[in-house]
C-alpha cells in the first residue's frame, strides 16, 4: 500500500511539474510578444508604458515560480537567465 501511494505521489508531483512547465513556456511566449509590441510602439515614436509595466509584471509572475534574472545588454535589449541558461528578449525602447 506504501508504494501504491508513493507511486501515487510521485506521478502527482510530475503532473504538477509538467503543468508548471507549461504555463511558464507560455508566459515566455506571452513575454516575446510583449515585447514585440513594445518595439514595434517605439518604432512608431509611440510610448508604450502600459506594455512595459505588463511585461514588467509579466517577469515578476515568471521569478514568482523559477529562478530568473534580468540582464540589461547596452544596445537597449534586455534578456532572462534561467536555471544558468540566457535566453534573449529583444531590445527595449
Do not use: C, M, Y
Request: overall charge negative; hydrophobic content about 35%; proline content about 1%.
Amino acid at each position: 500500500e506504501t508504494s501504491q501511494r508513493l507511486d501515487e505521489l510521485k506521478g502527482n508531483v510530475n503532473s504538477q511539474i509538467k503543468s508548471e512547465v507549461a504555463i511558464v513556456n507560455r508566459q515566455l511566449a506571452e513575454l516575446a510578444d510583449l515585447q514585440n509590441r513594445i518595439r514595434s510602439a517605439s518604432n512608431s515614436g509611440l510610448v508604450s508604458i502600459d506594455l512595459q509595466d505588463q511585461r514588467d509584471q509579466l517577469i515578476n509572475q515568471i521569478a514568482e515560480k523559477i529562478d530568473v534574472t534580468r540582464i540589461e545588454h547596452a544596445q537597449d535589449g534586455f534578456g532572462l537567465t534561467i536555471g544558468g541558461n540566457s535566453i534573449s528578449i529583444g531590445s527595449v525602447p
